[in-house]
């Protein structure tokens, strides 16, 4: 099968410290050399560097994780998905999650233009001793008429599977053709961001203190919260801008490094 961009990298435990064992990329995806932001674990970005996703594009990402490793992984900009005439853009993303690893994941949001179709798949494979932390954002791009909206559609797929065992399935479909404002959709919001926590580190004890931090929340956002069947924590946020809904993950993401490793925050935005 041919990719408009392919990646693949894995981390591995070695003396204390989590490095790059082994990476490889071609077409339109690049990697960025691992930066230590802790000295025990990188933070490595993800480049893609064609500007923008378009009509008929495939990409695939692979990230594998050993034993042990705890790594953060971002992207350099946004995606930016525009006008697709003949075939939706594609992008396929599989975590693989070793006994007592971390992966720590926020790209930078989604960004649908006017005509945009985006289809993206999400896969994880998990122990019950690893660690998922996952944020994404969905937003509208500009437009020539200046309404909102105007792609025409986005779907994003998650899969989880727990110990070999499919434990979660999210599926966020929108689709501005069939209305976007009602109850159960946007419900006048603009964009959409989605947390996933799943950690052997979310006790009843993490989510009491989880749910008095929510209070801090502005009302200007539409916040929800739920627990899967397996330790962890899923999150949905509605807002007008981008910036809201980052500032609530990092605030979210913050509390998690404290509550969870005992470590201080990490600033992963690129300005």
Not at 136 to 146: H, K, L, Q, R, V
Not at 176 to 203: A, K
Request: hydrophobic share 35%; proline share 5%; net charge negative.
């Amino acid at each position: 099968m041919s990719w408009s961009g392919l990646l693949r990298c894995t981390a591995m435990e070695k003396n204390g410290r989590t490095v790059i064992s082994d990476s490889y990329y071609e077409g339109a995806f690049k990697l960025t050399r691992p930066i230590y932001l802790y000295p025990s674990h990188p933070a490595i970005y993800l480049i893609h560097v064609g500007g923008g996703y378009v009509d008929g594009d495939r990409y695939k990402s692979e990230i594998t994780l050993q034993g042990g490793a705890h790594l953060i992984a971002t992207t350099q900009s946004a995606t930016k998905i525009y006008k697709t005439v003949k075939e939706p853009v594609q992008q396929y993303t599989v975590f693989s999650l070793d006994d007592q690893s971390v992966l720590e994941f926020f790209p930078d949001p989604v960004i649908a233009y006017e005509r945009a179709q985006f289809y993206q798949e999400t896969t994880v494979y998990m122990k019950e001793s690893s660690t998922f932390i996952y944020g994404d954002i969905m937003t509208p791009g500009w437009s020539e008429s200046g309404d909102l909206f105007r792609y025409d559609w986005i779907r994003s797929k998650l899969k989880l599977y727990y110990e070999g065992n499919l434990m979660l399935f999210d599926h966020l479909y929108l689709e501005p053709g069939t209305g976007m404002e009602g109850i159960m959709r946007m419900e006048g919001y603009t964009h959409v961001g989605s947390l996933f926590v799943i950690s052997p580190f979310i006790t009843k004890d993490f989510l009491q203190k989880f749910e008095r931090m929510t209070a801090r929340v502005p009302d200007s956002v539409h916040l929800g919260w739920s627990t899967p069947i397996i330790p962890g924590l899923i999150v949905r946020v509605l807002a007008h801008e981008t910036y809201v809904i980052e500032t609530i993950f990092q605030m979210i993401h913050q509390f998690v490094r404290e509550e969870c490793f005992r470590e201080e925050p990490v600033f992963l935005r690129k300005y």
